[in-house]
């Protein structure tokens, strides 16, 4: 009877709470240094979000290598976006690191959505056949 009582207990309360798809998300979610491989190139993107009070976010791009963007070159892309729901949305303006300096800037906007797992997924990066997921490793 008791363990009937403590698992009926649990499943109410399992009902009660929030589902971490349901769950409010604010700009602390977003916050801090983001991993991943891009699907193109199979090169490796550091994303680094800060947030202030406001609502504007710092958003720091550093990839091995822009392909598309860079041939054979590194590049540094900045951007302030802002956060509406899951969605950070950002224009980046990409610099590729050339012999005789810094190219000539190139500006992207980008999206990332806050996926349900915890994961950042870049929706409208490279034309590969597969959006690059970011993983944060550092708050």
Same mark, same amino acid.
């Given at each position: 009877m008791r363990l009937y009582l403590f698992v009926a207990s649990v499943v109410i309360l399992g009902l009660a709470v929030p589902s971490g798809t349901m769950a409010q998300v604010n700009r602390r979610d977003f916050v801090g240094l983001w991993q991943a491989i891009d699907s193109l190139d199979g090169s490796t993107q550091l994303l680094s979000i800060? =947030?202030?009070? @406001?609502?504007? =976010?710092d958003v720091r791009l550093n990839d091995t290598a !822009? *392909?598309? /963007? =860079?041939?054979?070159? $590194?590049?540094? /892309?900045? %951007?302030? %976006?802002? $956060?509406? %729901?899951?969605?950070?949305?950002?224009?980046?303006?990409? #610099? =590729? #690191? *050339?012999?005789?300096?810094?190219?000539?800037? &190139?500006?992207?906007?980008? @999206? !990332?959505?806050?996926?349900?797992? %915890? *994961? &950042? #997924?870049? $929706?409208?990066?490279?034309?590969?056949?597969?959006?690059?997921? !970011?993983?944060? $490793?550092? @708050?």
């Open positions: 800060t =947030c202030s009070s @406001k609502q504007d =976010c !822009f *392909t598309d /963007a =860079c041939p054979d070159q $590194i590049g540094f /892309a900045r %951007g302030e %976006g802002s $956060i509406q %729901g899951r969605e950070l949305s950002v224009v980046l303006t990409l #610099t =590729c #690191t *050339t012999p005789d300096g810094p190219s000539a800037p &190139l500006m992207q906007l980008n @999206k !990332f959505v806050l996926e349900s797992n %915890g *994961t &950042l #997924t870049n $929706i409208n990066d490279d034309p590969g056949p597969v959006a690059n997921v !970011f993983h944060r $490793i550092s @708050k």
